[in-house]
């Protein structure tokens, strides 16, 4: 997968943001990861609240009206994110991810809504671990990359979670809207 840092950079700076602007409204000072877990729990909501709102029965839904050829259903989304979670948390904290992965698609075999949202919610929870040891001292570390031969830092890593998230949550509000679903995020208070 081919990753382009001017993106990087632009989360880096709304991650910032956000930190600094929590900062201001609590008496906390903003670390590092405080920021990131921040950002990382405000997507881990949106993401998870869309995930479950699909039914089971359309889990295997994928637009087919224009240029949509090959692209991944509602539930093969939810894996991919969950997968790359699984992926970049791994990198960040420099080990093998705790599942046994086959790339960036997550288990073939794994269908069910029920076993989807799991691996989802699990996979929030272990990049949660991994943005948790970020700080201002090993933030730009070179580290391995899980996507390709340049070396990275946890926290290029780190936005690429934030990012890689809310791009595929953007595909899946509009599954949703396709099957007349309301996102949970657009719905009132």
């Known amino acids: 997968m081919k990753r382009n840092a001017l993106p ?3 989360w880096l700076t709304v991650v910032a943001l956000s930190g600094f602007a929590v900062a ?6 903003a670390t590092m990861a405080s920021v990131l877990g921040g950002q990382l729990k405000y997507l881990e909501h949106d993401f998870v609240s869309t995930a479950e709102a699909m039914p089971e029965d359309k889990f295997s839904f994928a637009p087919t009206n224009g240029e949509f050829k090959g692209v991944r259903n509602y ?17 960040i904290l420099q080990e093998k ?19 989807i949202l799991k691996f989802l919610k699990d996979s929030f929870a272990y990049a949660h671990k991994a943005v948790a040891t970020v700080t201002e001292k090993n933030a730009t570390a070179a580290i391995k990359n899980p996507f390709g031969q340049r070396p990275t830092t946890r926290l290029d ?3 690429e979670l934030i990012g890689h ?8 509000v ?6 007349g679903i309301i996102p949970p995020t657009s719905r009132g208070q």
């Open 157 to 159: 890593m780190s936005a």
């Open 75 to 91: 539930g093969q989304q939810i894996k991919h994110v969950a997968a790359t979670n699984y992926l970049v948390a791994a990198a």
């Open 174 to 179: 509009e599954y949703l809207r396709m099957n």
């Open 24 to 29: 201001q409204k609590t008496a906390d000072p």
């Open 97 to 115: 991810p705790p599942v046994t992965l086959k790339g960036e698609d997550g288990p073939e075999d794994m269908t069910s809504k029920t076993d």
């Open 8 to 10: 990087a950079a632009a």
């Open 165 to 172: 998230g809310f791009n595929h949550y953007g595909q899946m």
